[in-house]
């Protein structure tokens, strides 16, 4: 090989790494993290975990930033250990995809339509149809499936490079006995471990493979260690990733490490040994490009259903490994920086740590609220302590979203992250109010005042549906139900009511001396407060409801609620104000 073919070479490498990488980026955002944000729901069952790891690979084409994403989210305590380790196995059998679309470079024939399958025909085809999308579309998601298209057509011709610049060893005698030498397993195993170490992607180094196997050919029993040692040495990646995490997560990188290379002690020694005992005839014969993807795939698969059942026995490894100090807590990050790698993935964590947000400012509120009926000195610490711990999330995911933002995002997922940064404002005031609806209450019994029976009376029908609207908000985003948010406006329509007649009738009650001034104030800070609760809620519902159903249709049902032009409206509206009447002064 002459320095132009190593030119040749290492541009080609070079191609296939940038097409490899846009390719990723652009299929992870065309899902809009639809696979992902069912990841955390992979809990005990070890079938689920696997088809998820599959189905996420299979999606953004890179086991690379899978397993980066496990290493982020059991560091930010979003999963545990043991959820990742089916997830990690499934991961193995979905990149065997990317590999069997490499060996079509293999295919040689003068059938037209065989031909159509060889990277040099249907690369430009890719390239332009990408370019066109691209420049043509306003639209991001199509400009997405552009970009794909074009990283994968980047990525074909790289291999097309790389065909090319090894072409000249055919017949080299030199480069021969190199091979002849890696018909040693071991010295296989390592090469094909260092080598995709050092350029830390599996697909790069099984294309480069296959494009050895298809120019200067390749046997059996030097091509198959070599596969098993690539698999060792994706494991770079995730070794990288857990520097600076905590312990669990590090362990994650463990599993992934010793899943692998116990995988490739067990078939090179049942490889090996049958082959001493029965003698495989295949073992000196050429492998070809799609033979190579058939020995990947089969590898993966069978280390796979070996070891599937063995998954408490590799986290306990891992965990003899790294092993904890008993004086050393654990610590987790809040949203790990790692997750930002995969934005759609990242937004779906987000969203997991809003619905969090919006539990503690439900319980807050719900607190609160008791205090005004029947005081608790136990209950103040537990609002206190929510208020501050909703100023946290507060800070910590307002950070974390506004460097999600500066990322290249689809349409949806900007969408949603503007959503979610209003809303976690919205919860952080929920918290306030709360805490100021508890200072009322300890108001009341620090001065030995109360309300009149009335007013009591009046003050749990407003509870009542204070605590429903909270309810269907706090329901309605955990489950991204429309249909619940659609009900949060027509009642909050309900509570303003409810609250001017209240502030009335208070103000009847002082005219009749039912009631002194010193209670009408901390009953004044308390509608305010109420009021501006329910606010909340329906600021949380429409923006939910602009967001699932388009800016568009958002907008209209808005605008009909405020016209008075819209039936589903009014009628939840007079539905809820039958159920909270007040009773006749």
Known sequence: MDVFAALKLMGGVAFFLYGMNVMSASLEKMSGGRLERTLNSATSSKAKSLILGMGITVAIQSSSTMTVMLVGLVNSGLMQLHQTVGVIMGSNIGTTLTVWVLALAGIESENVFLKMLSPENFAPLFAVAGIILMMTSDNKKRRDVGNALIGFAVLMFGMVL????????????????????????????????????????????????????????????????????????????????????????????????YFNLIGTILCLTALYGLNALIGFTFMDKSISPLEIALVHSIFNITVTA??????????????????????????????????????????????????????????????????????????????????????????????????????????SDNLEVSRLLHAIGDFERMGDHALNIMESAEELKEKGIGFSEAAQEDLKVLHAALEEVIDLTVRAIA????????LVEPLEQVIDELVMSLRSRHIIRLQNGKCSILPGFIWSDLMINYERVSDHCSNLASSLIQTSEGSIEGHMYMSGIKSGDNPEFTENFKLFKKKYKLADP
């Not at 489950?479 to 659609?486: C, F, G, I, P």
């Open 479 to 486: 489950t991204e139900d429309v249909s619940l948010a659609k």
């Open 162 to 257: 790389m065909k090319e610049s090894v072409a000249s060893l055919e017949g080299n005698e030199r480069f021969a006995m190199i091979l002849t030498a890696f018909k040693n397993p071991i010295l296989g195993v390592l090469a094909g471990m260092v080598f995709t170490g050092v350029i830390q992607s599996s697909a790069a180094s099984i294309g480069l493979l296959q494009t050895f196997a298809s120019t200067v050919g390749m046997s059996y029993g030097v091509a198959m260690p070599i596969v098993m040692g690539q698999n060792i040495g994706t494991c770079v990646t995730a070794l990288l990733s857990s520097v600076g995490v905590n312990k669990n997560a590090k362990r994650v990188a463990v599993v992934h490490i």
């Open 306 to 411: 070996v070891l599937l059942p063995f998954g408490l026995a590799l986290e306990k490894l891992a965990q003899w490994t790294i092993r904890d100090k008993t004086s050393e807590p654990q610590t987790y990050e809040f949203l790990d920086e790692r997750l930002l790698n995969a934005p759609s993935f990242a937004i779906a964590q987000c969203q997991a740590m809003a619905v969090k947000m919006c539990g503690i400012a439900k319980e807050s509120v719900f607190c609160a609220i008791s205090l005004v009926s029947k005081y608790d000195e136990k209950i103040v610490p537990v609002v206190r302590d929510d208020e501050a711990l909703l100023d946290m999330y507060e800070d910590n995911l307002g950070a974390y979203l506004v460097k999600l933002s500066a990322k290249e995002l689809s349409t």
